[in-house]
Structure formats: structure tokens, C-alpha cells
T-cell receptor, first 109, second 113 residues
Framework: RKEVEQDPGPFNVPEGATVAFNCTYS??????FFWYRQDCRKEPKLLMS???SGNEDGRFTAQLNRASQYISLLIRDSKLSDSATYLC??????????FGDGTTLTVKP | NAGVTQTPKFQVLKTGQSMTLQCAQD?????MYWYRQDPGMGLRLIYY???????DKGEVPNGYNVSRLNKREFSLRLESAAPSQTSVYFC????????????FGAGTRLSVL
């Protein structure tokens, strides 16, 4: 079993839709959680940090559930420009970083 | 402020050749990482260095060696390249002080023939 598993996707949604991605992790010693965005196999860029209390940035909301060991990303009112691959990443307390395989989102007009 | 700089951007090798991928960061970060990304997959950790003077294996270390030359630089060496090492390689550094945010270089696209 992979240490970090993401919804396999792909997700194809119309503009304006709400879409949610989930990611589960197996290492209970994990201490930091993030969502990154990657376009066309360019370098990943930070989208959001993820906290137990939830984190909202405009149309994006991220949530951490430590008890169930999963993180989520909600995108509301999808835009064409949201089309990308979304990667969750988990950092252990030893500094080891583990990425999920990514979920591809395509937003269509 | 350059951030994380990787060289080269592209490289073609023949099977059995060796090469070193270079990575440097100017953000005074303690931790640095090397990943590879194959088509349709996420980033897989090859090696990381949590601080200057330390290195640790990641998920896929076989066929690679690393050197944390100083706080700024973290190099990845392929001693005898194989076609299975054809991939995109990303270097990253991670901020200190609890935020754990990684910043990535632009990547090296490596083909081994």
C-alpha cells in the first residue's frame, strides 16, 4: 500500500462546478500537509497548506482529518484556469516528503 | 532572488554513461530533496537531506548517489545510467521554522538511450 494515496481521477467538470479531491496517508507521524498544483509537468507550486482547523483561500478550501488520516481539497465555482494536476504531499516529523500520484482536473466551458 | 536553480535543463545520455545533476538554493533552507517524475505519476522521492551534512534514502534510491556539498547545494549523481532512469528530475528545498513549504526548481528532463 502506498504511503499517500489520492483519488485517481481524472475529473472532467463544467465551469462553475464544485469538485472535491481526497488524499489518505498511512504514516501517523506525519506532521505537515499541503496541496500543490502542477501544470503540464512543470515544477509543482504550492496551492495551500492544510490544517486541522481548515484553511480557505478564495474558492479553495483544504481540510485535514488526523483521526481518519486524510486531507481534502474543495474547489468551488471552477474556472477553466483551474485545469491542472493537483498533488497532495505529506511531510513526516523526520522531514521526509511523500507525494500522492496526483489527480488531474479538466474544467470545460 | 533565484530560488532553486537546477542544471542542466535537458540531457541525453547513452546507457552506462554517468552524470551529475546540480541543484542550488539561495533561500538559506536547511532541507533539500531530489525527486523523479515519470509520465502519469506523482513525484517519487529519491534522496533527501534534512540538514547540511546529512542525507537519507527516499522511496527510489537505487542507481543514484547524492552529495550535500554545503547548505546551498545538493547534487544527484547517476553512476551508470539506464533507460529506466529516463524521467523528469526535480530538486526542492524546504523552508525552516515550521512551515515546511517546499520550493521547486524547474526540473531536468533526462533521456537515457
Amino acid at each position: 500500500r502506498k504511503e499517500v494515496e489520492q483519488d485517481p481521477g481524472p475529473f472532467n467538470v463544467p465551469e462553475g462546478a464544485t469538485v472535491a479531491f481526497n488524499c489518505t496517508y498511512s504514516n501517523s507521524a506525519s506532521q505537515s500537509f499541503f496541496w500543490y498544483r502542477q501544470d503540464c509537468r512543470k515544477e509543482p507550486k504550492l496551492l495551500m497548506s492544510v490544517y486541522s482547523s481548515g484553511n480557505e483561500d478564495g474558492r479553495f478550501t483544504a481540510q485535514l482529518n488526523r483521526a481518519s488520516q486524510y486531507i481534502s481539497l474543495l474547489i468551488r465555482d471552477s474556472k477553466l484556469s483551474d485545469s491542472a494536476t493537483y498533488l497532495c504531499v505529506v511531510i513526516s516529523n523526520a522531514g521526509k516528503s511523500t507525494f500522492g500520484d496526483g489527480t488531474t482536473l479538466t474544467v470545460k466551458p | 532572488n533565484a530560488g532553486v536553480t537546477q542544471t542542466p535543463k535537458f540531457q541525453v545520455l547513452k546507457t552506462g554513461q554517468s552524470m551529475t545533476l546540480q541543484c542550488a538554493q539561495d533561500m538559506n533552507h536547511n532541507s533539500m530533496y531530489w525527486y523523479r517524475q515519470d509520465p502519469g505519476m506523482g513525484l517519487r522521492l529519491i534522496y533527501y537531506s534534512a540538514s547540511e551534512g546529512t542525507t537519507d534514502k527516499g522511496e527510489v534510491p537505487n542507481g543514484y548517489n547524492v552529495s550535500r556539498l554545503n547548505k546551498r547545494e545538493f547534487s544527484l549523481r547517476l553512476e551508470s545510467a539506464a533507460p529506466s532512469q529516463t524521467s523528469v528530475y526535480f530538486c526542492a528545498s524546504m523552508s525552516s521554522g515550521g512551515t515546511d513549504i517546499q520550493y521547486f526548481g524547474a526540473g531536468t528532463r533526462l533521456s537515457v538511450l
